[in-house]
Protein backbone atom coordinates (compact mmCIF):
# COMPACT_ATOMS: atom_id res chain seq x y z
CA UNK A 1 0.00 0.00 0.00
CA UNK A 2 1.24 3.54 -0.78
CA UNK A 3 1.94 5.98 1.69
CA UNK A 4 -0.28 9.00 0.66
CA UNK A 5 2.42 12.62 1.27
CA UNK A 6 -0.86 14.72 2.46
CA UNK A 7 -0.94 12.18 5.32
CA UNK A 8 1.92 13.91 6.35
CA UNK A 9 0.78 17.28 6.45
CA UNK A 10 -2.01 16.69 8.43
CA UNK A 11 -1.80 17.82 12.13
CA UNK A 12 -3.93 17.78 15.47
CA UNK A 13 -3.79 20.64 17.82
CA UNK A 14 -4.92 19.72 21.11
CA UNK A 15 -4.22 21.17 24.66
CA UNK A 16 -0.15 20.47 24.36
CA UNK A 17 0.83 18.62 21.75
CA UNK A 18 1.05 19.75 18.09
CA UNK A 19 1.59 15.74 16.81
CA UNK A 20 0.92 14.52 13.21
CA UNK A 21 -2.32 12.61 12.32
CA UNK A 22 -1.86 8.75 12.42
CA UNK A 23 -2.59 8.17 9.04
CA UNK A 24 -3.66 4.37 9.66
CA UNK A 25 -6.70 5.90 9.75
CA UNK A 26 -7.49 5.82 6.43
CA UNK A 27 -6.19 2.76 5.50
CA UNK A 28 -2.76 4.17 5.13
CA UNK A 29 0.61 2.66 6.85
CA UNK A 30 2.32 4.88 8.99
CA UNK A 31 4.93 7.51 7.06
CA UNK A 32 6.77 8.14 10.10
CA UNK A 33 8.62 7.12 13.56
CA UNK A 34 6.08 8.71 15.41
CA UNK A 35 3.00 7.41 13.41
CA UNK A 36 4.44 3.92 14.17
CA UNK A 37 5.43 4.96 18.03
CA UNK A 38 1.68 5.92 17.89
CA UNK A 39 0.23 2.77 16.09
CA UNK A 40 2.34 0.83 18.84
CA UNK A 41 1.78 3.22 21.73
CA UNK A 42 0.13 0.34 23.76
CA UNK A 43 -0.24 -2.95 22.58
CA UNK A 44 -3.21 -4.17 20.91
CA UNK A 45 -4.28 -6.82 23.60
CA UNK A 46 -3.30 -4.10 26.64
CA UNK A 47 -6.93 -3.83 28.73
CA UNK A 48 -6.32 -0.14 29.11
CA UNK A 49 -7.48 0.98 32.88
CA UNK A 50 -10.58 2.94 33.05
CA UNK A 51 -9.31 4.74 35.79
CA UNK A 52 -7.30 4.66 39.79
CA UNK A 53 -8.76 4.99 43.04
CA UNK A 54 -7.19 6.92 46.14
CA UNK A 55 -8.68 8.54 49.66
CA UNK A 56 -8.18 11.75 47.96
CA UNK A 57 -9.13 11.59 44.20
CA UNK A 58 -10.68 9.18 41.54
CA UNK A 59 -9.39 9.36 38.18
CA UNK A 60 -11.59 8.42 35.14
CA UNK A 61 -11.19 8.84 31.70
CA UNK A 62 -11.90 12.63 30.23
CA UNK A 63 -15.41 13.11 28.01
CA UNK A 64 -17.71 15.83 26.76
CA UNK A 65 -20.00 14.94 30.00
CA UNK A 66 -16.91 16.69 32.52
CA UNK A 67 -17.53 20.12 30.10
CA UNK A 68 -18.49 22.55 32.57
CA UNK A 69 -16.44 21.47 35.64
CA UNK A 70 -13.57 20.95 33.82
CA UNK A 71 -13.57 24.36 32.20
CA UNK A 72 -14.42 25.45 36.25
CA UNK A 73 -11.40 24.13 37.37
CA UNK A 74 -8.62 24.87 34.17
CA UNK A 75 -10.25 28.41 34.15
CA UNK A 76 -10.15 29.03 37.36
CA UNK A 77 -6.53 28.17 37.55
CA UNK A 78 -4.58 28.77 34.73
CA UNK A 79 -1.72 30.40 36.16
CA UNK A 80 -1.07 27.71 38.74
CA UNK A 81 -1.63 25.20 35.80
CA UNK A 82 1.38 27.28 33.85
CA UNK A 83 3.37 27.25 37.28
CA UNK A 84 3.03 23.41 37.36
CA UNK A 85 6.31 20.90 36.63
CA UNK A 86 6.17 20.31 32.68
CA UNK A 87 3.59 22.94 31.56
CA UNK A 88 5.65 25.84 31.60
CA UNK A 89 6.45 25.66 27.57
CA UNK A 90 3.03 24.27 26.93
CA UNK A 91 0.74 26.32 24.89
CA UNK A 92 -2.26 25.65 27.12
CA UNK A 93 -3.77 26.70 29.16
CA UNK A 94 -5.08 29.78 26.65
CA UNK A 95 -8.41 30.93 26.81
CA UNK A 96 -11.25 29.42 25.51
CA UNK A 97 -14.79 29.41 24.82
CA UNK A 98 -16.99 26.49 26.58
CA UNK A 99 -17.35 25.03 23.10
CA UNK A 100 -14.28 24.82 22.18
CA UNK A 101 -13.43 22.63 25.63
CA UNK A 102 -16.21 20.71 24.83
CA UNK A 103 -14.78 19.59 21.08
CA UNK A 104 -11.04 19.37 23.29
CA UNK A 105 -12.65 17.00 25.55
CA UNK A 106 -14.79 15.02 22.50
CA UNK A 107 -11.04 14.86 21.21
CA UNK A 108 -9.29 13.43 23.86
CA UNK A 109 -11.95 11.04 24.40
CA UNK A 110 -11.39 9.91 20.58
CA UNK A 111 -7.83 9.62 21.36
CA UNK A 112 -8.96 6.89 24.30
CA UNK A 113 -11.45 5.30 22.29
CA UNK A 114 -8.54 4.42 19.47
CA UNK A 115 -5.63 4.37 22.24
CA UNK A 116 -3.73 7.06 20.54
CA UNK A 117 -3.71 8.90 23.91
CA UNK A 118 -5.53 8.82 27.70
CA UNK A 119 -6.58 11.61 29.29
CA UNK A 120 -7.72 10.92 32.62
CA UNK A 121 -10.07 13.75 34.98
CA UNK A 122 -9.55 13.91 38.74
CA UNK A 123 -12.25 13.67 40.64
CA UNK A 124 -13.04 14.34 44.28
CA UNK A 125 -14.43 11.09 45.96
CA UNK A 126 -17.20 12.91 47.59
CA UNK A 127 -18.67 15.79 45.47
CA UNK A 128 -17.30 14.57 41.75
CA UNK A 129 -16.07 18.33 41.35
CA UNK A 130 -12.98 18.25 38.62
CA UNK A 131 -9.88 18.29 40.76
CA UNK A 132 -7.42 18.32 37.66
CA UNK A 133 -6.42 15.92 34.61
CA UNK A 134 -3.84 13.46 34.04
CA UNK A 135 -2.66 13.12 30.02
CA UNK A 136 -0.85 10.17 28.76
CA UNK A 137 0.64 10.37 25.26
CA UNK A 138 3.33 8.86 23.26
CA UNK A 139 6.80 10.70 22.56
CA UNK A 140 8.47 11.05 19.28
CA UNK A 141 11.83 11.77 20.74
CA UNK A 142 12.54 8.35 20.83
CA UNK A 143 13.91 8.63 24.57
CA UNK A 144 10.76 7.74 26.13
CA UNK A 145 7.83 5.49 25.41
CA UNK A 146 4.94 8.60 26.94
CA UNK A 147 5.08 11.61 28.30
CA UNK A 148 2.64 12.06 31.14
CA UNK A 149 1.30 15.30 32.51
CA UNK A 150 -1.08 16.41 35.28
CA UNK A 151 -2.34 19.72 36.69
CA UNK A 152 -4.62 20.34 39.76
CA UNK A 153 -6.86 23.52 40.09
CA UNK A 154 -5.46 26.20 42.45
CA UNK A 155 -7.60 25.43 45.00
CA UNK A 156 -6.68 22.12 45.49
CA UNK A 157 -2.55 22.40 45.00
CA UNK A 158 -2.15 20.58 47.69
CA UNK A 159 -3.01 17.28 45.92
CA UNK A 160 -0.63 17.83 43.19
CA UNK A 161 2.72 16.16 44.99
CA UNK A 162 0.02 13.42 46.07
CA UNK A 163 -1.37 12.90 42.47
CA UNK A 164 2.06 12.53 41.25
CA UNK A 165 2.93 9.96 43.51
CA UNK A 166 -0.12 8.02 42.42
CA UNK A 167 0.15 8.32 38.36
CA UNK A 168 3.65 7.82 38.59
CA UNK A 169 3.51 4.23 40.82
CA UNK A 170 0.11 3.48 38.92
CA UNK A 171 2.01 4.10 35.16
CA UNK A 172 4.66 1.84 36.74
CA UNK A 173 2.60 -0.94 37.98
CA UNK A 174 -0.17 -1.14 35.42
CA UNK A 175 1.07 0.28 32.61
CA UNK A 176 3.15 -1.27 29.56
CA UNK A 177 5.51 1.63 28.92
CA UNK A 178 9.20 1.59 30.01
CA UNK A 179 10.25 4.64 29.89
CA UNK A 180 8.28 7.82 31.03
CA UNK A 181 8.43 11.53 30.71
CA UNK A 182 6.91 13.08 34.53
CA UNK A 183 8.34 16.39 35.85
CA UNK A 184 8.94 15.46 39.14
CA UNK A 185 7.13 16.86 42.31
CA UNK A 186 9.38 18.00 45.59
Do not use: K
Not at 108 to 133: E, K, M, W
Not at 145 to 154: L, Q, T
Amino acid sequence: MRTSRRCRAIFRIDRFFTVPRYCGENGLEPTTLYDRRVAEFVPPDFDVPLGLETPQFVLEPLGPEHCERDYAAWTSSMDHIRSTPGWSESRWPREMTLDENRADLERHANDFRSRTGFTYTVLDPQSSDVIGCVYIYPLPDGEHDARARSWVRASRADLDTPLWRAVQGWLASDWPLGRVEYAPRT
